[in-house]
């Protein structure tokens, strides 16, 4: 699990590869300064639609069983906001 008490720090980069997430919260997308969120390798299924909120310059999912097509999980971050608004 992502940790709640993060939500109080201005934080540019996170790292929370190989940590057995299996979900990514929705408030993460307040973490308006934060531009590299790294979670290769957990056992995330979905992401919250509150990522599109971020000017992510880099998001990190390889090796996690999300239900977004591979497609767009390859297209990058761009791909993938506009996948998770719909």
Known sequence: EIPESIRSLT???IDMAHNRIE???EW???LEGL???GLNNNSIRTLPKSLANLDLSELQVQNNPLTIPSTVQ???VDTIRDYLLG
């Open 11 to 13: 934080v540019r980069e």
């Open 28 to 30: 993460i997308g307040e």
């Open 23 to 25: 979900t990514v919260p």
């Open 74 to 76: 390859r297209g990058g």
């Open 35 to 37: 531009e590299i969120l």
